[in-house]
């Protein structure tokens, strides 16, 4: 199957700074990449939809303002967390694929933010 | 609105076999797919189903009913391994993913 990688796998991070997560398809073009992030025993939420040269489409709920995604080439989408705080901490998670009748999603490996 | 159901946990015995139920109720309906999630990892392909039936894959196979808007993961042979959380997913009528909470599944030995 076609290989997402994510990077950082982990980062710690203090109160009021930025981090920078990135997504990349290995081995193919992803117009749309996803953006999920997960609480500890909870299911995925979906943050955002991430689309190739074009604005990304946020959940309801979720602040485009705190949460920057850029999707600039065919292989890369990034997340940029603004201002972080404690409660950012979770595990973030991209996929790719699986748009509109497609039918499946290829994962990162995810991302653990902990911010101090 | 759009609700996924899946029971939070469950546990079975090595070598057993084991079926986690998943009921949902969406704005239209292209395909149901099971995810396997182990801790601390993000979820991979497990099955798809989009028509009703049974789909079988090794160890694992996954049932579809879509009058009753209602699927099951099949896990045969379990083992140590298999422990882990099963996400049940459906793409609604937006092509959009709508998520379960998932089941923690515990094996024993």
């Known amino acids: 199957g076609a290989v997402v990688s994510q990077h950082p796998s982990r980062v710690i991070c203090k109160s009021g700074t930025s981090v920078k997560i990135e997504c990349r398809s290995l081995d193919f073009q992803a117009t749309t990449m996803f953006w999920y992030r997960q609480f500890p025993k909870k299911s995925l939420m979906l943050m955002a939809t991430s689309n190739e040269g074009s604005k990304a489409t946020y959940e309801q709920g979720v602040e485009k303002d705190k949460f920057l995604i850029n999707h600039a080439s065919l292989t890369l989408s990034t997340l940029t967390v603004t201002s972080a705080h404690p409660e950012d901490s979770s595990f973030y998670i991209c996929s790719a694929g699986g748009g509109g009748s497609s039918y499946e999603q290829y994962f990162g490996p995810g991302t653990r933010l902990t911010v101090t | 609105g759009q609700n996924i159901d899946q029971p939070t946990e469950m546990t079975a015995t090595e070598g057993a076999i084991v079926q986690i139920n998943c009921t949902y109720q969406?704005?239209?309906?292209?395909?149901l797919f099971w995810y396997q999630q182990h801790a601390g990892e993000a979820p991979t392909f497990l099955s798809y189903?989009?028509l009703d039936g049974l789909e079988e894959k090794g160890r694992f196979s996954s049932f579809l009913s879509r009058s009753k808007g209602y699927s099951y993961l099949l896990l045969k042979e379990l083992q140590m391994k298999d422990s882990a959380s099963y996400l049940c997913?459906?793409?609604?009528?937006?092509?959009?993913?709508?998520w379960g909470a998932g089941t923690k599944l515990i094996i024993k030995p």
């Open positions: 969406t704005s239209g309906f292209n395909g």
């Open positions: 997913a459906v793409k609604d009528s937006n092509y959009q993913l709508i």
């Open positions: 189903n989009v």
